[in-house]
């Protein structure tokens, strides 16, 4: 129950879905979480709940100024940095055609530029250390191209490529960087899912809870530190593409 006794993790879009699952886990294992989100009640909410193990930082990564300063805003509350659970993201979903022009600029920034910049914002403090974690929510849009998804599928598909090239820069920092891919999880980027998609992927059961994440991301972290797991695929039984 204490694997992460000591560590010290900041998990960004952590007020919820995926996000608040991977807090609950790692809190659970005995780590101090940072959790860093634009949604301040939801923060406040969250912290009051999980005790003084949750630490909450309200930040809005699409600030290019408050994402620079993660980590010097991290550092100032906790002092040490182990795991990075870059999650932050959104969703937008249906024919390109119909896609506003703004969203595409906002998605595609938090799904790759935020997660880039956040990752190199903190990897000197971890080559320092000789030791880290970065965990990176991607999708198994990543890895099959899904044809109602044509900004966010690309998006992900991305991030499967910057992580594993990524793992090889740092892996002799001693610093480990692996992708969580979930098939569809029962969250608030579902709000946007075509509505008879959605109605079809609930009647069939191919959707997942974001515990079910979480699990996969607790294996990650808990490994030997001669064991890196750089890809996990997490998919509901029933979920058929």
């Known amino acids: 129950m204490?694997?992460?006794?000591?560590?010290?993790?900041?998990?960004?879009?952590?007020?919820?879905?995926?996000?608040?699952?991977?807090?609950?886990?790692?809190?659970?294992?005995?780590a101090t979480v940072v959790l860093v989100d634009?949604?301040?009640?939801?923060?406040?909410?969250?912290?009051?709940?999980?005790?003084?193990?949750?630490?909450?930082?309200?930040?809005?990564?699409?600030?290019?100024?408050?994402?620079?300063?993660?980590?010097d805003r991290v550092l100032s509350k906790v002092g040490q940095l182990d795991i990075l659970h870059a999650n932050a993201g959104t969703y937008i979903g249906g024919d390109l055609a119909d896609a506003n022009l703004d969203a595409i600029d906002r998605m595609l920034n938090l799904n790759v530029n935020v997660v880039i910049k956040n990752v190199r914002t903190v990897i000197p403090h971890m080559i320092e250390r000789g030791t880290g974690d970065i965990v990176v929510t991607s999708s198994v849009a990543g890895h099959a191209p899904v044809?109602?998804?044509?900004?966010?599928?690309?998006?992900?598909?991305?991030?499967?490529?910057?992580?594993?090239?990524?793992?090889?820069?740092?892996?002799k920092s001693g610093i480990r960087v692996g992708s969580v891919s979930p098939g569809p999880v029962i969250s608030a980027l579902l709000a946007d899912w075509p509505?008879?998609?959605?109605r079809k992927?609930?009647?069939a059961g191919a959707l997942i809870e974001p515990k079910e994440v979480a699990d996969a991301i607790m294996f990650m972290l808990t490994r030997p530190r001669n064991v890196t797991i750089r890809d996990i695929v997490v998919l509901p039984s029933a979920f058929d593409i």
């Open 2 to 30: 204490n694997e992460l006794k000591g560590k010290v993790a900041a998990i960004t879009g952590a007020a919820s879905g995926i996000g608040m699952a991977s807090t609950e886990a790692m809190i659970a294992a005995g």
């Open 201 to 203: 992927a609930k009647e």
């Open 38 to 71: 634009r949604d301040e009640k939801a923060l406040k909410s969250a912290c009051e709940r999980l005790g003084t193990q949750a630490i909450p930082l309200a930040l809005d990564l699409l600030d290019t100024d408050a994402c620079a300063g993660l980590l």
């Open 147 to 171: 044809p109602w998804e044509p900004v966010y599928s690309p998006s992900k598909w991305a991030m499967h490529c910057f992580v594993q090239t990524m793992r090889r820069q740092l892996l």
């Open 195 to 198: 509505e008879e998609n959605l």
